[in-house]
T-cell receptor
């Protein structure tokens, strides 16, 4: 199957700093990528749809100025958590779909804000 | 988007067959049924996908009745490593703007 790579897998940062998470499709081009957030023992919550060459589409309740998404190429989308606070600590997961009906997910990024 | 309903949790023993049923009464004509597996602190992993009748691959089988209002994921002879959360997703993912919305999933716990 297709491979989606996510980096870093784990990051610890101080409150007030910004953190960038990368999501790459390694063996296919992705005009659309998705970003999810998952809290412990809960399901994945869709945050935004990342569109190559255009603005991301955010789900209701997700602050676009807080979670900056840049989809600069057909294989790379980045999520920047700006001015991170402890409540932003979570597991962030990206995904992408090659042509067809199957979605592939990255391994996730554990963000801990101190 | 078709809403899905799954059992919150299931227990099983090693070597048993496990069947997890997902209800999706509002499934649309173009929708596919896809199952994912997620281990703690990992992204979901694709297991199997089907449209109707039965699909089988090296890890699971998917049974879909004629009315497509439900589906059953069958895991043959589970092992401890099959302990995970299983998500049933329904939709037409071939549409570029389709958004995958996850339900609560089924937490499977396999005991020795």
């Amino acid at each position: 199957g297709a491979v989606v790579s996510q980096h870093p897998s784990w990051v610890i940062c101080k409150s007030g700093t910004s953190v960038k998470i990368e999501c790459r499709s390694l063996d296919f081009q992705a005009t659309t990528m998705f970003w999810y957030r998952q809290f412990p023992k809960q399901s994945l919550m869709l945050m935004a749809t990342s569109n190559e060459g255009s603005k991301a589409t955010y789900e209701q309740g997700v602050e676009k100025d807080k979670f900056l998404i840049n989809h600069a190429s057909l294989t790379l989308s980045t999520l920047t958590v700006t001015s991170a606070h402890p409540e932003d600590s979570s597991f962030y997961i990206c995904s992408a779909r090659p042509q067809g009906n199957i979605q592939y997910f990255g391994a996730g990024t554990r963000l801990s804000v101190l | 988007l078709a809403k899905t309903t799954q059992p919150i949790s299931m227990d099983s023993y090693e070597g048993q067959e496990v069947n997890i049923t997902c209800s999706h009464n509002n499934i649309a004509t173009n929708d596919y049924i896809t199952w994912y597996q997620q281990f703690p602190s990992q992204g979901p992993r694709f297991i199997i996908q089907g449209y109707k009748t039965k699909v089988t691959n090296e890890v699971a089988s998917l049974f879909i009745p004629a009315d497509r209002k439900s589906s059953t994921l069958s895991l043959p002879r589970v092992s401890l490593s099959d302990t995970a959360v299983y998500y049933c997703l329904v939709g037409d993912m071939s549409t570029g703007g389709f958004k995958t919305i996850f339900g609560a999933g089924t937490r499977l716990f396999v005991k020795a």
